[in-house]
């Protein structure tokens, strides 16, 4: 296997569907010729033409009504919505129109299109470039939201998005795009949605986290390993829905539950991740479940971005918290 970047890993998974499948397009605010802000899909235009990979108009709303109508005329758009703090433009195509398609038309229509889009904070980007709105499209029915936390999840998990026939809000982790690497398999490979990883075993406590924050535990339980903490990693990949019968053998195990999200404590993934274990789980729980999330304010200017997001130590002072509770 090749050790590649988060993103060369996406870019990997984009070309090969495109070489898979004719009716895939790819379109977006200067993902031609430019390659996409992020170089996730450079070169592609050159390889499979201007009508399969072009930019369009600097207009969201109008990219999700162009891959609702490529839809419906059987092909497979990926649109990109360049950052996900965008995506207020085009919430009306995703949630008004995309996610009720299946329903309205009495489940005669496929509605196969990715939502691509980065997200989440560490690179002291502008306002409204960085905000993680995964707990808004999650509560959306008819949507699923994908969160891959490592190169090899990107590329599979990117691939299995682009195959099925509903549309996949598909969210990639800014910071990890070039920091993280890790062994991608070759060749054309899919990771089954709706399915959560255990990203590290361990017996003492379940830390549940997802996108940017798996990378963030998982430093946090190599921490706890040398306090003689055993930390087990759930990395949920898939964030609506959710695994939940993952998540219930874990917790079963280890009888201890954090839940770790870099977005706001408010609502989201965690409150509801909690409240799933709460109703299901609870007589497994030796201690309250612990929460780790950002404060409940807007996204700060780059200069507050470092005490503001979450932090390996912050996971390790909370795990420590539930561990001991008594």
Do not use: C
Not at 130 to 141: F, H, I, K, R, S
Not at 283 to 295: D, H, T
């Amino acid at each position: 296997m090749a050790n590649k970047t988060y993103i060369a890993a996406i870019q990997e998974a984009l070309d090969l569907a495109l070489a898979k499948d004719e009716n895939t397009l790819i379109f977006g605010e200067d993902v031609g010729k430019n390659g996409g802000v992020f170089r996730a899909t450079d070169g592609l235009q050159a390889k499979f033409g201007e009508d399969r990979v072009f930019n369009t108009p600097l207009a969201e709303s109008g990219i999700g009504g162009l891959a609702m109508g490529l839809a419906i005329q059987n092909y497979r758009p990926i649109m990109e919505i360049q950052f996900f703090g965008f995506v207020y433009e085009v919430m009306d195509s995703i949630a008004g129109q995309m996610a009720r398609t299946r329903y309205r038309f009495n489940n005669t229509r496929n509605m196969p299109i990715v939502v691509r889009s980065p997200y989440g904070g560490g690179t002291k980007t502008p306002e409204m470039h960085a905000d993680n709105l995964e707990g808004m499209v999650a509560q959306v029915p008819g949507i699923r939201v994908v969160m891959p936390a490592n190169p090899a999840d990107a590329k599979g998990l990117l691939l299995s998005s682009i195959e099925s026939n509903d549309p996949v809000v598909f969210l990639e982790n800014l910071h990890l795009y070039r920091s993280l690497k890790g062994e991608v398999p070759e060749g054309y490979y899919t990771t089954p949605l709706d399915q959560a990883a255990i990203a590290r075993e361990g017996d003492d406590i379940t830390i549940i986290a997802y996108g940017g924050s798996v990378p963030v535990s998982l430093k946090a339980a190599d921490e706890l390993a040398k306090q003689g903490i055993n930390a087990e990693v759930v990395d949920l990949r898939t964030v609506s829905p959710i695994d939940i019968k993952t998540i219930g053998e874990s917790v079963q195990k280890t009888g201890r539950v954090l839940v770790v999200q870099e977005a706001q404590r408010m609502a989201g993934i965690g409150a509801t991740v909690m409240a799933e274990i709460s109703e299901r789980f609870i007589l497994s729980l030796k201690a309250p479940i612990g929460r780790v999330a950002a404060p409940d304010s807007v996204y700060p200017f780059g200069q507050a971005e470092n005490d503001w997001m979450i932090k390996a130590d912050d996971v390790v002072a909370k795990a420590k918290e539930v561990v001991n509770y008594d």
